[in-house]
């Protein structure tokens, strides 16, 4: 096992709401060892001259350019309501209008 005791492993399933058995945790034990070697042989690669990075790919904006077009009058906008009340839409209240005291 790693240098995460049993106790620990225990520990950590409790905060994760896991009730394990304990051939589960002979299981995850040996997966979590099998985890924390990979992280260990990661942590060897020389990285100081990699630039840190937020994405694996680069990224580029795909968003067309803003271009102004004809908008909708009210009255146009307002067409294919449901219900409309003083030139707006109208929908259902979802919230009281009173104060909870």
Avoid at 17 to 31: A, I, K, P, Y
Avoid at 49 to 75: C, I, K, M, W, Y
Avoid at 92 to 98: K, N, S, T
């Amino acid at each position: 096992m790693s240098d995460i005791t049993r106790e620990q492993l225990v520990h950590l399933a409790e905060l994760a709401h896991l009730d394990l058995t304990e051939e589960e945790l002979d299981r995850v034990s040996g997966e979590l060892d099998g985890i924390l070697k990979t992280v260990e042989r990661v942590q060897e690669i020389r990285t100081e001259e990699v630039p840190a990075t937020s994405h694996p790919v680069a990224l580029h904006n795909v968003f067309r350019d803003d271009v102004v077009r004809g908008v909708l009058e009210q009255q146009q906008a307002l067409a294919s309501a449901p219900e409309t009340e003083s030139g707006q839409f109208k929908v259902p209240a979802i919230l009281d209008g009173g104060s909870e005291s």
